[in-house]
């Protein structure tokens, strides 16, 4: 039995997807890409099409979970501001169709995709590239990091399998 799961990289301007299939041979990439909305558009308008485009990958893929990255900003009130309002969006799809959503710092994902907490952004997208059995690295950017949140979900959950079956 295979489980689906997405992984989203917010922001406003950019939001990263990634969608992956564990397999028991492995997992496969089914789908990433980044939903965009036009620079300069009324904010509420940015979040309407973020949300639109959103739902139209869950109702393709079906996620049984999804992983959200934790931003963290120490400068920048007005970028954190907005990207926290487009999460809260992201968090509302999540919720009105029923796909729960675990969040990771962008050091647990490095963890559990190349086994080291502080990998640079160039490792984490070619273990991705490696892991997933692609010819290239994902691109953009967003979408790399969506699929390594996917990635982790996966092994988190093969591990706490095999912690369970040793219990």
């Known amino acids: 039995m295979s489980a689906i799961y997405l992984g989203i990289d917010p922001g406003i301007a950019d939001t990263g997807y990634g969608v992956v299939a564990a397999l028991p041979g492995g997992d ?3 789908a990433y890409g980044s939903i965009r909305t036009p620079a300069g558009a009324d904010p509420a308008a940015r979040l309407l099409a973020l949300a639109r485009e959103l739902n139209a990958v869950i109702a ?3 996620p049984s979970q999804a992983a959200l990255e934790r931003v963290y900003f120490s400068k920048n009130v007005k970028t954190a501001s907005i990207v926290t309002e487009a999460r809260g969006v992201i968090r509302l799809c999540l919720a009105q169709t029923a796909v729960p959503c675990v969040e990771y710092n962008p050091s647990d994902v490095k963890l559990a995709v190349c086994s080291h907490g502080t990998a640079a952004k160039t490792q984490v997208q070619k273990m991705v590239m490696t892991l997933l059995g692609l010819k290239e690295i994902p691109k953009p950017d967003d979408a790399a990091d969506a699929l390594a949140l996917a990635l982790t979900i996966a092994h ?3 591990m706490t399998r095999v ?3 040793r219990l």
Request: net charge positive; glycine share 0%; hydrophobic share 25%.
């Open 28 to 30: 496969r990439c089914l």
């Open 60 to 62: 393709k893929y079906r």
């Open 156 to 158: 988190s959950r093969i």
């Open 163 to 165: 912690a369970e079956d």
